[in-house]
């Protein structure tokens, strides 16, 4: 039955709503807790931002509903769009209604007029550049660092030059080496002016004999040298180089070996890029060799089609705790707002120095290596419109959604999409067939759930994927794509069930370290939510309030680590941010209804298990419960540095993992019990641990 025209209508102030219904990484620790803190519910606000007072979507939407019912078309509208049965029917009636035209083209023409101003201002980087200088010199040296980083996101020609210059000043006074060598040869390469050569050519030497490049160190003091022999007066600077010049000729002659320079070269920005990706913590490999139909995952993982739960993972061996069962790459992800000036726009990594895109001002990356893959594969549509994007979707319901839907889309490209519209259900990826994350029609692929949605739903995800691709599509001054808004409803629908966040630990660290490596206590360690990706192995994964894996992320890299053992045949579970030592049976049945359309069926589901707080304990078992609290104890009084972590982490792997497996093993010890619940959850923070750390500033 259709509903009405006043719920078609509904503005979403009326719509129960969840703001980001990504599965999420379950770190729902008791205890010395260590809680994920999800934005559900969040009210809808209307921003008046600047001199473009109705950029929110939600307002736009308002608009549109309110200007139906002035019409008085509500009624017929609503009974037009319920006989619409495909995305594409949804599609081309939303772009036949003159109201959504109008309301469309007042937006796109605010956005147009911001869209013009340029993004690169010589006059305001060289004004950050002043900042950071002024902060270098009271030795303030992050402070110093976030001036010269908005320098060079706004920098161009030789203020940019002078900016990665004097950036490469304040590395090299952290003793950052090879951040301070990637900006000199950045420096170079954007014209930086020959009088000045000199300065960075000996800063140069100094950083690679420190890398122990002893032939390129010698190569850049010398060109120090000959370019003072120029100046007048430089006599006394030019008998110090050659001081130091002969120091180097001598370790040459004493070295037997010149460190790595038979072997690599440190003379480009690729090749110093390589070096810093090479010291950055990489995901671990899986625990057996891939499976050739699901690369993500390992061999002893199987995709199988059931009736009763659709598609899941079910083990081909038993599995043991702590094994790395899929290591998987998101096929897109989307970088949170907050963090777009202290994290790459690629990869999700956090990063002290970012590099810009050559157009735009709005986004910084990693290395130049992210900032090119990036612009191949969807940057170059999206350069320029981030800020706009960001603000019309700001505190919406589905607005990160829309994002990603958005991002995933423009890296498919219109012919993928085209060939992934035209297949039959039939033909698309299932058990005993490729199921690949990097290709386009395994995310096309995964579950909708278009028939569990109100006609109200419906509705709105339509506006907002006809407005994104009107938006993206503005500059070719032609009709919206039906296929390009196609495939964004598709996925507007899918990834409130298959998104997933990006979570780091954040390490908060004072604002002006005396060293490089950062001391803290490990409770202060928090998780912080990055980003937004799509997983389509780990979205295989079905909940459990009791899950055997647990899920972790290195950049945009999510690595699923089994946290009790499953046994050949058992399914594999995620849990979809809704524990049994959190919430209720009640509440969790009530929300995994809501936000993924299906009941539980776990064993603490059906059994009923406690909150934590009221689940038993060992008392009669302190052999165990005394040695577990004890080394409990000392692993919340382990030091943390930044940016190693804490010392001998993989020693507390294994000593928690032994602990779970003796618990699992004891026949006279009945599940659940407080402790098992404990040092499972230490064990989850353990290989938090071990993936990416994101320092966040205590200014």
């Known amino acids: 039955m259709f509903v009405t025209n006043a719920s078609l209508l509904m503005s979403p102030l009326d719509e129960p709503h ?49 200007d139906l019912r002035k019409m008085g078309d509500g009624r017929d509208i609503s009974n037009w769009f319920s006989v619409c049965s495909t995305d594409t029917q949804r599609v081309s009636f939303v772009m036949g209604l003159e109201v959504v035209k109008a309301c469309f083209q007042e937006h796109l023409y605010l ?47 030789e203020a940019l030059a ?71 007066n430089a006599q006394q600077k030019v008998v ?13 002659k004493k070295s037997k070996k010149l460190g790595v320079e038979d072997n690599a070269s440190m003379s480009t920005v690729k090749s110093i890029e390589q070096e810093i990706i090479k010291k950055r913590r990489s995901a671990p490999d899986l625990h057996r060799a891939k499976n050739p139909l699901l690369p993500s995952a390992s061999a002893s993982v199987e995709l199988m089609d059931t009736a009763d739960r659709g598609r899941c993972l079910v083990a081909t061996e038993d599995l043991q705790i702590g094994a790395t069962i899929i290591v998987e790459k998101a096929h897109a992800s989307i970088l949170l707002e907050e963090f777009k000036e202290s994290h790459c726009h690629h990869c999700l990594h956090w ?17 130049t290596l992210c900032r090119d893959e990036s612009w191949a594969s969807y940057h170059q549509y999206e350069c320029g419109l981030l800020d706009l994007l960001y603000r019309c979707t700001r505190d919406v319901n589905t607005g990160q959604h829309g994002l990603l839907a958005l991002r995933t889309i423009l890296k498919a490209g219109k012919q993928k999409i085209s060939i992934e519209q035209a297949k039959s259900p039939a033909c698309r990826s299932s058990a005993g067939m490729l199921f690949d994350s990097a290709d386009y029609g395994t995310v096309y692929s995964l579950v909708s759930n278009t028939a569990q949605r109100s006609e109200a ?16 599509q503005q500059g070719d001054g032609k009709e919206p794509d039906v296929g390009m808004a196609t495939a964004l409803l ?46 389509p192995v780990v979205s295989l994964m079905n909940h459990s309030c009791n899950p055997n894996v647990v899920h972790v992320s290195y950049g945009d890299v999510m690595v699923v680590r089994v946290i009790r053992r499953i046994l050949q045949g058992e399914e594999i579970f995620d849990n979809y941010g809704y524990h049994y030592t959190t919430h209720d049976r009640k509440e969790r049945q009530l ?48 030091v943390c540095y930044f940016p190693e972590g804490p010392a001998k982490l993989e020693e507390s792997v294994r000593l928690f993992t032994g602990y779970l497996d003796t618990i699992e093993s004891d026949r006279s010890i009945s599940l659940p019990v407080q402790e098992y619940i404990k040092v499972q959850e230490v064990l989850k923070h353990c290989f938090a641990l071990l993936a990416t750390l994101s320092p966040h500033l205590l200014v």
């Open 18 to 66: 969840h703001f980001l219904q990504t599965k999420p990484i379950c770190l729902s620790c008791v205890g010395f807790c260590f809680n994920v803190k999800y934005k559900n519910n969040l009210p809808f606000l209307v921003h008046n931002i600047g001199s473009f007072p109705d950029m929110n979507f939600d307002a736009m939407f308002l608009k549109i509903s309110h």
């Open 111 to 157: 956005s147009k007029q911001e869209i013009s101003v340029p993004c690169k201002s010589e006059n305001l980087s060289a004004s950050h550049c002043i900042a950071g200088d002024n902060y270098h010199k009271k030795k303030l040296m992050r402070k110093s660092i976030s001036s010269y980083n908005q320098s060079i996101l706004v920098g161009e020609g």
């Open 162 to 232: 002078l900016a990665y210059a004097n950036r490469s000043a304040v590395f090299y006074d952290m003793a950052d080496w090879l951040h301070s060598l990637r900006d000199i040869q950045l420096a170079f390469d954007h014209g930086y002016p020959r009088h000045l050569e000199h300065k960075l050519r000996e800063r140069q030497g100094s950083c690679l004999l420190e890398l122990g490049y002893i032939g390129q160190s010698f190569t850049s003091f010398s060109l120090a040298k000959d370019l003072l022999t120029l100046s007048p």
């Open 240 to 252: 110090d180089i050659a001081l130091k010049l002969k120091q180097i000729k001598n370790k040459q």
């Open 351 to 367: 990063t002290l120095g970012p590099v810009p895109c050559h157009q735009c001002s709005q986004v910084g990356f990693c290395t």
């Open 457 to 472: 739903d419906l509705f709105r995800r339509t506006i907002m994927a006809v407005y994104l691709t009107s938006f993206i």
């Open 490 to 535: 598709h996925l507007l629908q899918s990834y409130p069930c298959n998104a997933h966040e990006i979570s780091h630990l954040a390490v908060p660290l004072p604002s002006e370290p005396c060293s490089q490596n950062q001391l803290l206590q490990l409770q202060q360690v928090r998780p912080c939510e990055v980003g937004a990706a799509i997983m």
């Open 591 to 638: 929300k995994l209804g809501q936000q993924y359309f299906f009941r539980c069926y776990c064993q603490p589901c059906v059994k009923d298990w406690p909150l934590y707080g009221d689940t038993p304990k060992l008392d009669k078992r302190s052999d165990i419960s005394d040695a577990l609290v004890k080394d409990i104890n000392d692993f919340k009084r382990l």
